[in-house]
């Protein structure tokens, strides 16, 4: 007895040509859907940017009389930047001059401190630590701005109200930071290396500022922008603290522009308004595009590793 194979029926033309199947149709779909949602995250985050770049290139007259996503009849950023540098016996230096001060200085040192306390709290033993750092998560959870009144009446009791150090001091505080520090030196730092350094006879601080603290740098870099950012944009707390218009930040001093042309019947200040907050956008710019490369080089290593 044989056994013949029987060839396979021939496959019809319309299955060739048959619809794509559900997985593929769902694929297409969903990446439809990522597409839709980036593009209007772009959208949302560009189009401010495009109507402020534009409003600040033309006069009062261009502001109010074209669409607002067009250049006017004159381009006039050269003289909206000379009559801001100058309104107030140039004032808008000076309110850049602080906020570059309550920034800067504010995220450098706040930053070291929430490295350094990040780090001992990953590779430190100390009584109830995990109890204090729940206390610091629990900083995380309350708004800056649900903050602002009982800072200022700690201010009040110590006399730093209208001055300097009543919105510096607060800027020194970020428990955020804190807890993506120690996050960090648990990827980054190996306990392994720790050990290796006490062997050798070298204390925590030593260790933390010979072995640790390079191998932090990434996290350095990432607290460091997410609290010059913050100190940057601050502005409800200056509100709260500050009266003298000598130490205004950019946020508070182009708030008091702002009211003065709509309430008290001087237009000119709402172009230094929208002048001043597209030169108060530069720095920050400015900052993560100089520091995105450590930023995305960490992100790397920590990638390979």
Request: with cysteine.
């Amino acid at each position: 007895m044989t056994l013949t194979a029987t060839p396979a029926p021939p496959v019809p033309a319309s299955r060739k040509h048959s619809k794509p199947g559900p997985r593929l149709m769902a694929r297409l779909l969903s990446r439809t859907a990522v597409n839709g949602v980036l593009v209007v995250a772009v959208l949302y985050t560009v189009m401010p940017l495009l109507w402020l770049l534009m409003a600040a290139t033309k006069n009062m007259r261009d502001l109010f009389g074209t669409s607002g996503f067009s250049f006017g009849r004159t381009f006039d950023l050269g003289a909206n930047l000379a009559h801001l540098f100058s309104a107030g016996d140039g004032i808008y230096l000076r309110w850049l001059g602080n906020t570059a001060l309550y920034a800067v200085g504010g995220a450098l040192i706040a930053t070291t401190l929430c490295v350094a306390a990040g780090y001992a709290f990953d590779k430190l033993s100390f009584p109830f630590k995990e109890k204090i750092f729940g206390l610091i998560l629990l900083g995380v959870l309350v708004p800056a701005s649900a903050m602002a009144l009982p800072i200022y009446l700690l201010a009040s009791k110590t006399g730093i109200v209208n001055t300097f150090w009543g919105v510096f001091l607060p800027s020194l505080v970020f428990p955020f930071g804190v807890y993506l520090a120690r996050v960090f030196s648990a990827a980054y730092v190996p306990g392994e290396v720790i050990e290796a350094t006490r062997v050798d006879g070298a204390g925590d601080l030593r260790t933390f500022l010979s072995v640790g603290f390079p191998m932090l740098r990434t996290a350095f870099v990432t607290i460091f922008l997410f609290q010059f950012t913050g100190i940057w944009n601050s502005f409800f707390l200056p509100l709260v603290m500050l009266t003298d218009q000598h130490l205004y930040p950019l946020n508070l001093g182009l708030y008091t522009w702002q009211t003065t042309s709509l309430n008290q019947g001087h237009p000119e200040d709402y172009l230094l308004a929208i002048t001043g907050s597209l030169v108060a956008v530069v720095p920050l710019v400015i900052a993560f595009v100089v520091l995105q490369r450590y930023w995305r080089a960490g992100m790397t290593a920590g990638a390979v590793k």
